[in-house]
C-alpha cells in the first residue's frame, strides 16, 4: 500500500494525489512530498503492512485535528506492532507492542513534545565537560564495575551521590519500575517516596516530567550503553509548587546475565561551581 498522509485538519490524502499537489502548487514526487508536508505543514505519514502500522511525524507541528484522525486510523487498522519514527531535532525511532503500556507510550510520543520543549531539556555530554573532581565523571568512566550490579548500588557509590540514585527494573511487559532509590531521591515529594518501591518511573509526581525522564532510560535500555547529559527541568512538585532544576544525569545498564535488565540512574546538582570545569 502506497503512504498516506493526514493533514492538519485531519483529512487523509494518498501521497500521490494530484488534488494535493495542486493545493500546495507542487509537482515534486512522493517521498519528496512526504518529508516536505511532515516536517514543515505539521502532516503525519503512514504506511500499512500486514503485520505492522508505520507512523511518522514531527510532533511540535501536528494539530489536534491530525492526532485525533491518526487515532481513529491506528485502533481501525491495529496490529500488533507500530513503527513510530517522530521528529524533535533529529529523528528518533521506536517500534511500540500494540497493548495498553504501548497505547500510553504511543501518546506521550505524540503529544509529549511541544510541553517538554517548553519545561524540560536534556543535551548528551562528554564527561571531559566535567571536572575532574566531579564525582559522575568518575562513575561514567568505570562503568564496566557496575555491569553485573544487581541491587543496593548505594554502597558502592561515593558522597555526595550515595543517595542520589534510582535503579529500575524492566518488567515482562517494559515497564519501568522503581526497585531501588537514594535517601535524598525525590526528597519534595514524600509521599510518594513513601510508595516508589514498585512503581512505573513514569508516574513521578509531575506524570508529565515522568513520561519524559522515562525516554531517557528507554534509549539506554534499547543501545545498552551508559549515558551522561545535562539536564534542565522545570518540575511541578504537589507539595511546594513548581521548581527549576538543573543537574547532570549518568544512566548506566547494569544487571546479572540471565535477568531482568536494570538501569542504575545518578543525578548531581549542576549549580555547583566547584563542579563544573572551568575553560
Not at 130 to 157: K, T, V, W, Y
Not at 165 to 190: K, N, Q, W, Y
Request: charged letters at 25%; one cysteine or more.
Amino acid at each position: 500500500m502506497s503512504p498516506q498522509l493526514i493533514d492538519d485538519r485531519g483529512k487523509f490524502w494518498d501521497s500521490g494525489s494530484l488534488e494535493l499537489r495542486s493545493k500546495l502548487n507542487t509537482s515534486i514526487g512522493d517521498v519528496e512530498l512526504c518529508e516536505f508536508t511532515i516536517m514543515n505543514l505539521g502532516f503525519i505519514g503512514l504506511t500499512r503492512s500486514r503485520e505492522t502500522l508505520r507512523v511518522r511525524l514531527r510532533p511540535m507541528l501536528v494539530s489536534q485535528a491530525a492526532l485525533g484522525a491518526l487515532y481513529v486510523w491506528l485502533h481501525e487498522n491495529a496490529r500488533d506492532r507500530v513503527a513510530v519514527a517522530w521528529h524533535d531535532g533529529r529523528w528518533q525511532h521506536e517500534i511500540i507492542g500494540w497493548n495498553r503500556s504501548g497505547w500510553r507510550r504511543i501518546t506521550s510520543v505524540f503529544e509529549g513534545a511541544a510541553v517538554y520543549s517548553q519545561r524540560f531539556s536534556r543535551t548528551r555530554i562528554h564527561p571531559n565537560v566535567l571536572d575532574s573532581m566531579n564525582p559522575l565523571r568518575h562513575l561514567i568512566e568505570h562503568a564496566h564495575c557496575f555491569q553485573d550490579m544487581f541491587e543496593n548500588p548505594g554502597h558502592l557509590l561515593p558522597e555526595p551521590i550515595n543517595g542520589r540514585f534510582v535503579l529500575l527494573e524492566e518488567s515482562i511487559d517494559h515497564e519501568l519500575l522503581v526497585c531501588d532509590l537514594g535517601r535524598t531521591m525525590m526528597a519534595r515529594s514524600p509521599s510518594w517516596r513513601r510508595q516508589a518501591i514498585g512503581s512505573r518511573v513514569d508516574d513521578l509526581p509531575d506524570w508529565t516530567y515522568g513520561q519524559w525522564v522515562s525516554e531517557a532510560y528507554r534509549e539506554v535500555s534499547r543501545s545498552g550503553e551508559p549515558l551522561i547529559e545535562a539536564v534542565t527541568a522545570m518540575i511541578e512538585w504537589p507539595e511546594c509548587g513548581e521548581v527549576w532544576h538543573s543537574y547532570w544525569r549518568v544512566i548506566l545498564p547494569c544487571g546479572k546475565p540471565g535477568s531482568p535488565r536494570r538501569l542504575l540512574g545518578v543525578t548531581l546538582d549542576s549549580a555547583d561551581p566547584m563542579l563544573r570545569k572551568v575553560a
